[in-house]
């Protein structure tokens, strides 16, 4: 947004000031907002006021907008992108396996991020300084779609339809074991693991945690193989893992999963043909793969569908456990 000034004369008073604000600059959001509150770039009356004062009628607001900071440390990077779709509102790439998202410890380069801010150049800033446009991330070693916001305007409105289900994410995933029933669904909460960092799991119980999110997510076997399963899984929610957290909890982990699947993949890998195996330990991560979005356009209503194809070492695995 400009370096400029948004003014408004209140007619409805009792919102808070925050909410105020983000409902009448639509192309910031309440957290952007309730920040530049903090900085005291908001006068009411010419005095500066909390995020929860409560507007009355007739209050004169003026909010201070600085234009957005460049990311730090996070320089433009040609790193290629299979870009699917691009306008001026948003763009949809095809990620390959073993790309981060966006910079963070012990990954501050080579990343989405940096290749974006050389292909794209201006993105939305709603993602903060080192996740501009992000509106939704997939795990390093996920291939598949993605959408990026190129401005503020359509972040939000992305973000909103990701909340409100708007947005269709599908994947396939090889899946060690055989699910009974052809479809499932699992609708088990998510947080961090207790025990393990770097880890989430399922917290069904009665305890208490903060880091816990209701997580559903649709599961459909497309293929049944000796010792593997092809799934198709469709997010309601979008959790960090979720996919591969909630096949663990069923008992059937992503096949290549190093997180979550290692005790599982001891047991199969053993009773796989040789040239099954060596498809299995190609696969640079976790065999997931994000193969299907479809979305509305934010601004235009265009229903948009868009469909990759899984990359090769999840093919080559596919075929291999085929062929047992």
């Known amino acids: 947004m400009a370096d400029d000034d948004i003014t408004l004369t209140v007619t409805d008073g009792g919102a808070r000031l925050d909410a105020y604000l983000a409902a009448h600059a639509p192309e910031l959001s309440r957290a952007r907002v309730q920040a530049l509150i903090k900085a005291g770039e908001t006068r009411v009356n010419g005095a500066a006021e909390k995020a929860?004062?409560?507007?009355r009628?007739?209050?004169a607001i003026t909010l201070h907008v600085p234009p957005p900071a460049p990311p730090l440390n996070v320089a433009p990077e040609a790193i290629p992108l299979d870009i699917r779709y691009q306008d001026t509102d948003l763009?949809?790439?095809n990620k390959p396996v073993g790309l981060v998202v966006h910079p963070g410890a012990g990954n501050w380069s080579g990343t989405?991020?940096?290749?974006?801010?050389h292909h794209v150049g201006d993105l939305s800033g709603i993602g903060g300084e080192l996740r501009p446009g992000i509106v939704h991330r997939l795990d390093k070693d996920t291939s598949g779609l993605m959408l990026v916001a190129k401005h503020d305007?359509?972040?939000?409105?992305?973000a909103a339809m990701i909340e409100r289900r708007d947005v269709t994410r599908e994947y396939l995933a090889l899946a060690w074991g055989a699910l009974e029933a052809d479809t499932h669904t699992v609708d088990a909460p998510i947080g961090r693991h207790p025990a393990d960092r770097q880890r989430m799991a399922v917290l069904a119980g009665a305890e208490e945690h903060h880091t816990r999110r209701r997580a559903v997510t649709h599961f459909t076997v497309r293929e049944r193989l000796r010792h593997?399963?092809?799934?198709?899984?469709?997010?309601?929610?979008?959790?960090?893992?979720?996919i591969r957290v909630h096949l663990q909890y069923l008992g059937y982990p992503v096949v290549g999963d190093p997180l979550y699947g290692g005790r599982v993949a001891r047991k199969y890998l053993p009773l796989l043909t040789p040239a099954a195996?060596?498809?299995v330990e190609a696969l640079p991560g976790q065999a997931l793969h994000a193969f299907r979005l479809t979305f509305p356009h934010p601004l235009t209503g265009e229903m948009l569908t868009?469909?990759?194809?899984?990359?090769?070492?999840?093919?080559?695995?596919?075929?291999a456990l085929r062929g047992e």
Request: proline share 7%.
């Open 57 to 59: 009628p007739g209050d």
């Open 112 to 117: 989405l991020v940096n290749a974006l801010l």
């Open 91 to 93: 763009l949809v790439l």
């Open 228 to 242: 593997a399963m092809l799934v198709h899984a469709k997010l309601d929610t979008g959790r960090t893992h979720q």
């Open 153 to 158: 305007v359509a972040h939000r409105a992305l």
């Open 306 to 319: 868009f469909e990759v194809p899984p990359p090769a070492t999840f093919q080559d695995a596919l075929d």
């Open 52 to 55: 929860g004062y409560r507007v």
């Open 277 to 279: 195996h060596a498809a």
